[in-house]
């Protein structure tokens, strides 16, 4: 094991280890929590900076371990992958810093900075993963720690936005494993491909390539808050400041993005879905979704609401972008993901 194979698995313990040492940590241990809540941002930037330069000099990343017949927990470092890992990785980091003052004379925080960390540990490994079923794998963590978020203020209406959160995004998990466990009986899980890894399969296989496409897309929707799989995103903010960011703007809504890029060219790819005639329902869906989270935006009179329904209007543009098919409207979605965290 080299240190090309070791920084990605490096950049998702950089969060992962300081969260789990800081959940064991008492209330009153203030500079302790803090300090190791800089450690994990500080280490995780030096990580990310070291593997994008890497990357520029065209280094390859790749960790891989046996994970399950046939399947292995793969993170790598591609252009694709950096560019959300980058853009997470530094809002964590400003979110921290926000949280930290935000949160200061607030109970829970050990508890809180822990499920944070995590929180962003699993989106580094979203972003970092190699094959499907590593997607999957992260995707449900970070399912699993942004609900403890959602609900970290204890009220009635925090724990009925937790339930809410958590309907919508087990369910979607549940359309996600079974998209992915469809397209493992047909072609395996092979890594991630620029141009999809799906063609030689159309036309022998072109109905159960279409309900896996749709599966996935149905369950990647929810956290990319496409319509009418939107509706957990307003109730959720009722959570505290960073945890409305880190929905919005650093984790869970980018991940539902990211995932259908990743999906749309990197395990289908644009000829299999122009010969599928798929890409047409994503984009009326995404340019419906665009148009109702603007016009519910401009009802709003509550400023965090509207925030949420203008993220689902832009978030949508992302998903615009990846369903034209064509590379100048992809770059535009991708700059978009960037320009609108």
């Known amino acids: 094991m080299n240190w090309n194979s070791v920084l990605p698995l490096g950049i998702v313990l950089s969060s992962l280890l300081p969260g789990l040492v800081i959940f064991a940590l008492r209330e009153d241990q203030q500079r302790l929590r803090v300090s190791l809540n800089l450690l994990g941002v500080t280490l995780k930037l030096l990580l990310v900076g070291g593997m994008l ?84 794998l992260f995707y449900e963590m970070l399912t699993l720690a942004t609900f403890p978020l959602v609900v970290h203020r204890g009220t009635p209406e925090a724990l009925r936005a937790g339930r809410i959160y958590l309907a919508y995004t087990v369910g979607g998990g549940a359309l996600v494993l079974m998209g992915v466990a469809l397209l493992h009986s047909l072609a395996g899980t092979p890594d991630f491909q620029a141009a999809g890894y799906l063609l030689e399969r159309v036309g022998e296989h072109d109905v159960a390539l279409r309900v896996a496409f749709v599966l996935l897309i149905l369950g990647l929707g929810v956290k990319a808050a496409l319509i009418p799989l939107h509706g957990w995103l307003p109730q959720a903010m009722v959570a505290p400041a960073p945890v409305s960011a880190l929905l919005h703007a650093v984790a869970v809504v980018k991940a539902g993005a990211f995932g259908i890029v990743r999906v749309v060219y990197d395990v289908f790819g644009a000829e299999a879905l122009t010969r599928l005639e798929l890409a047409g329902p994503l984009l009326w869906l995404a340019a419906a979704t665009i148009l109702y989270g603007s016009l519910r935006a401009l009802q709003q009179q509550e400023l965090k609401k509207r925030l949420a329904y203008s993220t689902i209007s832009q978030v949508s543009y992302v998903t615009l972008g990846v369903a034209l098919l064509g590379p100048i409207a992809a770059i535009g979605g991708l700059v978009h993901l960037v320009h609108q965290g």
């Open 53 to 136: 330069y890497g990357v520029s000099q065209g280094v390859g990343f790749r960790f891989s371990v046996p994970l399950l017949p046939g399947a292995a927990l793969v993170l790598q470092g591609d252009a694709l992958s950096l560019l959300f890992v980058a853009l997470s990785s530094l809002l964590w980091a400003m979110t921290t810093v926000y949280a930290i003052a935000y949160l200061e004379d607030s109970p829970l925080r050990s508890r809180f900075f822990g499920y944070f960390s995590l929180c962003v540990s699993a989106t580094v490994g979203v972003a970092l993963a190699g094959n499907l079923v590593s997607f999957l």
